[in-house]
């Protein structure tokens, strides 16, 4: 059996051009995260807290103060950004909602996705971070896992 050079360098392009794709959407998926992290961490600083731990999902991040007791959001849609912070000290408890509608065949679809928090105080408005809208995301991304985990995580610091 003859190896070829031609062969060769014809393999290392294939491999390169078949490699592009997942290195593009790494950087750009990274560069997302940034964009997103930044003012979690700046939202964070401005009322003395640190960022014990953090997730992303789709277009938002979630970040928690183990010690202080915190838990912050933001989200980009359409190049806005929006952020909510949370004083767990003043919830009661923290609830997944999940709305659904019928589509145009009769089937249920998933409208929204909120992650629910119910203040102890009956007066205040409970909070909620939209972490999906059938509007803007056709498609769910892994979003109603990782509301249960963080519903879960938070009752931990409750």
């Known amino acids: 059996m003859e ?8 393999g290392i ?8 794709p997942f ?8 560069k997302k995260e940034k964009k997103i992290f930044i003012p979690l961490q700046t ?3 401005q009322i003395n807290c640190t960022i014990h ?3 992303f999902c789709g277009d938002f991040v979630i970040g928690m103060d183990k010690t202080k007791h915190f838990v912050f959001f933001v989200k ?14 003043s919830i009661q408890t ?3 909602v999940k709305n659904t509608k019928k589509n145009n ?20 408005a409970e909070i909620l971070f939209e972490l999906y809208d059938y509007n803007t995301n056709l498609q769910l991304s892994g979003e109603l896992q990782f509301v249960e985990k963080w519903k879960d995580l938070i009752r931990k610091h409750l």
């Open 43 to 45: 939202l964070a600083q």
């Open 76 to 89: 980009n849609i359409k190049e806005n950004i929006s952020t909510k912070v949370v004083n767990l000290n």
């Open 23 to 30: 290195i593009i959407s790494r950087y750009n998926r990274k």
């Open 13 to 20: 392009i294939s491999i390169f051009i078949c490699c592009v």
């Open 53 to 55: 731990e953090h997730e």
């Open 105 to 124: 065949g009769n089937y249920l679809i998933v409208s929204d996705v909120l992650l629910c928090f119910v203040p102890k105080n009956k007066h205040d």
């Open 94 to 96: 923290c609830k997944v």
């Open 3 to 10: 190896i070829n050079v031609s062969n060769i360098i014809i």
